[in-house]
């Protein structure tokens, strides 16, 4: 098993200091020093969550001391909502928003930091009814829909309180295996439903992605396969030991044959473990590295079912694509292969066999029709994605599923050559440039996007070095937002033309 819990020499600073209380000191009542909060919440009526957001709304106005005394007393509100009730989230998410707003300060993140993981520790999760007001106030900092942007100074209290958190996550193992540990707006969830809900919280607050956080997830996967869900995923595939945990969980998924109609993260995983915006080819080396020696121990049936998920519930064609351009499955499938007469296994064993040549043909014809090709591009751009005449038109993340010469990731910053390559072939006819009356450069225009996506217009990477393209726009009538250089240069081109400048 991934072995980092044990093994961490990772240092971690040594947990803040907790008053040990019992979990019903937690609850005992408190008045609070806003009146209207009080009167709200002692009438029971629907404007509480509306005083709450005024507050966070107002916060300049709360004293420091009535800031502490009021977070206690939501931590107490948080505890006793029915959620049951019709806007009893909205609640929730208006007293986590105040408790953010807290924490915006140092000393506001420490204390608030303090006061939630006090009432954690002192939850006894074997307990129904404390696993219930635990789930409460852990889903106070579940703001992973980006409601609520966790404030710098408490993802700092997170990361230096490793050991605490490491803690709370032991405890509520407690209530892993029961099948009604709390309630949600959804129902009666069962235990290992509590403890996704704190390892997204966990790691929502934090700036890192830690060993032990790591080794933690997987232990919970080994205890029931189902554990998991996309969040959780995409944090383990940002790790620094990205390879090697997507090779435990694979191994994990694998050996236990998942349901298809299963939650969890499997399926996740073997749609995403070959595509290059998720795991980078180099990753996948190192993963097919790492589950060489697990595959050694698979049944032949558990072979066929990861040939079937990861290969073979893709078309024919798509499967021959990926085999083509993708060393890592390539190797991963030859290895899945190697032995067993299953129809899965000799399924995928003749497509291997198959000549696997790259089949995509870039546009070819056009590359000589324009001396600049910032030129070109701007007539492409107005041709392509303004007038849509010059068809079809080019998306940079449909042309990287079907490219098969090699994988393409679109999430750098740089100019996608082959994209570039594409601009270059095309050969525009000229009954096209001759629709073209005006040509201006906007380092906004869409066919960029489609040739760097990440590109931030602020260099001069697409303007134009030169005019003399010009002349094949026999109808051009006016230019823009070329530079004055450029436009004194080839003056006697645009004047010979009548070409204005604008």
Not at 37 to 56: D, E, M, P
Not at 127 to 142: P, T, Y
């Amino acid at each position: 098993m991934f072995g980092f819990r044990k093994k961490n020499k990772e240092p971690i600073n040594p947990p803040k200091e907790i008053d040990v209380k019992s979990f019903d000191e937690f609850l005992l009542p408190i008045d609070g020093p806003n009146k209207d909060l009080n009167f709200a919440i002692k009438s029971g009526g629907k404007k509480i969550a509306g005083v709450i957001n005024k507050l966070t709304l107002d916060f300049q106005l709360v004293s420091s001391v009535d800031a502490k005394d009021i977070t206690k007393q939501l931590l107490l509100l948080a505890a006793n909502v029915d959620l049951k009730e019709k806007k009893s989230n909205q609640l929730l998410a208006a007293i986590g928003k105040f408790l953010l707003k807290v924490s915006s300060s140092t000393p506001g993140a420490n204390f608030v930091f303090k006061e939630w993981t006090e009432r954690l520790i002192s939850a006894d999760f074997s307990d129904r009814s404390q696993s219930q007001i635990a789930f409460q106030w852990i889903m106070l900092f579940n703001q992973k829909d980006g409601s609520a942007i966790s404030p710098q100074c408490l993802r700092q209290v997170f990361d230096e309180s490793q050991t605490i958190l490491v803690e709370i996550y032991d405890k509520i193992l407690q209530s892993f295996d029961s099948q009604a540990a709390y309630r949600d707006n959804k129902g009666e969830q069962p235990g290992y439903k509590l403890l996704e809900v704190f390892a997204c919280t966990y790691f929502y607050h934090s700036n890192k992605s830690y060993k032990h956080y790591e080794s933690l997830i997987l232990d919970s996967v080994s205890r029931n396969i189902i554990f998991g869900n996309g969040f959780i995923l995409s944090v383990l595939q940002r790790s620094e030991n990205h390879p090697e945990i997507m090779a435990e969980l694979l191994d994990l998924y694998v050996c236990a044959s998942i349901d298809e109609n299963h939650d969890g993260m499997a399926w996740t995983l073997f749609l995403d473990l070959f595509d290059v915006e998720t795991t980078k080819p180099k990753d996948l080396s190192t993963i097919v590295e790492k589950m060489e020696p697990k595959i050694d121990s698979w049944s032949i049936s558990q072979k066929s079912f990861a040939i079937e998920w990861l290969y073979l519930g893709r078309d024919s064609h798509k499967c021959k694509r990926l085999l083509v351009k993708s060393k890592g499955a390539r190797k991963l499938a030859t290895i899945l292969t190697q032995e067993g007469n299953t129809n899965y296994i000799n399924e995928l064993k003749t497509l291997l066999n198959e000549k696997l040549e790259p089949e995509y043909t870039l546009p070819s014809g056009g590359e000589d029709q324009f001396i600049d090709i910032n030129i070109k591009l701007m007539v492409i751009n107005e041709l392509m994605y303004i007038r849509k005449t010059l068809t079809p038109a080019f998306d940079i993340y449909e042309f990287a599923k079907e490219y098969d010469h090699r994988e393409i990731s679109v999430t750098g910053y740089e100019i996608i050559p082959e994209a570039l390559d594409y601009m270059r072939g095309i050969s525009i006819p000229q009954e096209l440039l001759s629709t073209i009356k005006e040509l201006r450069y906007d380092a906004s225009e869409e066919i960029y996007g489609n040739l760097s996506p990440f590109w931030d217009g602020e260099d001069d990477i697409f303007e134009a070095s030169s005019l003399s393209d010009l002349d094949k726009l026999n109808n051009l009538e006016s230019i823009g937002e070329f530079s004055e250089k450029l436009v004194s240069e080839f003056s006697s081109l645009l004047e010979n033309n009548n070409i204005q400048v604008q």
